[in-house]
């Protein structure tokens, strides 16, 4: 038998009125909108500068600062900036892979 590529059928969605999943939709909307602006916030409240090479930042290089999570989850972005840090690309690397080493010497990371 052959496996088709042919696009599938939307499955119907049980359980749910319309009203429930607009309502659902506009949540995921909102939670979306509010952590992926986290950036331009980080940006605001700590400048254009790497906080851990002090390097400056121009309009024509902002694409290389990044925002570092300093408790390394992604998700947790409170307002106040304060599990925020503007780091460079290289330093922002560097910071990861300080804790993927660290993660192996103490054989507390991920093994396969």
């Not at 949540?27 to 509010?34: H, N, V, Y």
């Not at 851990?52 to 999570?69: A, M, P, Q, S, Y």
Request: overall charge neutral.
């Amino acid at each position: 038998m052959t496996k088709s590529f042919k696009p599938h059928r939307p499955r119907p969605i049980t359980g749910k009125s319309q009203e429930e999943l607009d309502e659902l939709v506009r949540r995921m909307k909102s939670d979306q909108t509010a952590s992926d602006n986290y950036r331009d916030r980080s940006l605001k409240l700590h400048g254009w500068i790497c906080a851990k090479c002090g390097r400056e930042f121009t309009i024509d290089n902002l694409h290389l600062l990044t925002v570092h999570h300093r408790d390394g989850n992604h998700l947790n972005n409170p307002r106040d900036g304060s599990n925020w840090e503007n780091l460079c690309i290289y330093c922002h690397d560097d910071e990861h892979s300080r804790s993927l080493l660290a993660d192996y010497l103490h054989g507390t990371g991920s093994e396969k």
